[in-house]
């Protein structure tokens, strides 16, 4: 069950500032606080998913493909040529936060996932 209270769903609402870098109606896209990379950017949808499994088993084919093709679009307007994505699901996958959301990473050959724990 997805929790409105979650520090992203905050974000969103405006409740809690965050370094914007991209917004549209569907899509928002941040700084990291805590950055596992030179360039770490989290990207999520503005609707109520909790997870990977949540939010292509829920959103529109419109908002999977928005969302998707935007990462590409937010990654490169930010200089990173070269990235990887990574989105967590559960617990114990390393996801600490409720709202499904895509790390971008880039600028850095040996980011260690692990102890980043994103």
Known sequence: MYNKNNIFAK???GE???EKLYEDEMVIAIKDIN???PIHILVMPKGEYTDFADFVEKASLAETTH???TIAKI???NGANEYRTVSNK???SGQSVF??????LSGSKNINLVDKNL
Do not use: E, L, N, V
């Not at 709202?99 to 971008?104: A, G, Q, R, V, Y």
């Open 11 to 13: 974000i969103i609402s």
């Open 67 to 69: 969302y998707f093709r």
């Open 75 to 77: 990654a490169k307007d």
């Open 99 to 104: 709202h499904f959301h895509t790390h971008i």
């Open 16 to 18: 809690i500032p965050a």
């Open 35 to 37: 950055p596992a990379a």
């Open 90 to 92: 559960g617990a114990s």
